[in-house]
């Protein structure tokens, strides 16, 4: 998303112009998309629901609602849509919106789904309220980011070098911080939402897989980032993406943390949603 305290993200690092960036979305839609849609699916999402889709990307998680979920419309808002225009799906409306914008209201729904969006956010905090107040009395906020469980305090290795130094180097160059992420069920409490829950998922980096080739690329797309913070060389660089694509460099990808809560019903026997 672009935002007013974020809005270099897609022109210092991830520019949606350049050549092969709609392949990198889609790569991490391939990685993570059956995760995200198994928890919609669970929590109920289905025909009546009017759902909102905060950085949509390329619009495989929208279809997947409309299509999938039998939603019976989706909302899909992104700091850019030319991935998603010329897209006439019955039902999916795409539009360009700056959601830290204190104007950002574009109505009320079921479901408010963000995924990778706040931990670019530096206003992450007032986000969660701003996306919480959108939903219906009943209607559920699910929010996923990236929760890196592996490499923190790993030994030193390529993978967890460059790891490493792209974390410092995206919270350097356009504000990425993905500490907090795991804070996100209490501030789902703090919000006032209930029956909040949240789950993890830390897939493996199974050479030539979608999550392996989403990291491979995200790396070369950030390897400016990265060099800027002295931590690695672009020997070291290349040196974790050969391993990357090495079945004897098992390793585990940074995980997703999905949380979700539930806004009050008017009276205590409506049904959510």
Do not use: N
């Not at 025909?47 to 299509?67: I, K």
């Amino acid at each position: 998303m672009r935002g007013t305290d974020s809005g270099r993200y897609g022109e210092d690092v991830f520019r949606p112009d350049e050549s092969g960036e709609a392949d990198r979305i889609d790569l991490g839609a391939l990685a993570y998309d059956e995760i995200s849609a198994a928890r919609l699916t669970a929590l109920g999402a289905g025909p009546g629901w009017h759902c909102l889709d905060v950085g949509a990307g390329t619009g495989t998680l929208a279809r997947w609602l409309l299509q999938g979920a039998g939603v019976t419309s989706v909302l899909a808002v992104d700091r850019d849509i030319q991935f998603l225009a010329g897209d006439h799906l019955k039902g999916l409306v795409a539009q360009a919106a700056d959601i830290t914008a204190p104007d950002f209201d574009p109505g009320r729904f079921h479901l408010v789904h963000a995924r990778f969006v706040l931990m670019h956010l530096r206003s992450w905090r007032r986000m969660i309220s701003t996306l919480g107040s959108l939903l219906v009395p009943g209607g559920v906020l699910v929010l996923s980011d990236a929760v890196d469980l592996t490499t923190a305090d790993a030994p030193a290795s390529p993978y967890a070098d460059v790891m490493r130094a792209m974390w410092q180097g995206l919270r350097e160059t356009i504000g990425t911080d993905v500490s907090w992420v795991p804070d996100y069920p209490r501030l789902l409490l703090e919000e006032g939402l209930s029956s909040v829950a949240a789950e993890i998922h830390v897939p493996p980096l199974v050479p030539g897989s979608a999550v392996s080739r989403f990291w491979a690329d995200t790396w070369q797309r950030s390897r400016a980032a990265m060099l800027a913070t002295g931590q690695v060389d672009d020997a070291r660089i290349d040196r974790a993406l050969r391993d990357l694509a090495s079945p004897e460099r098992a390793a585990l990808a940074p995980g997703m943390i999905t949380a979700w809560g539930w806004k009050p019903p008017l009276t205590g026997g409506a049904a959510r949603a």
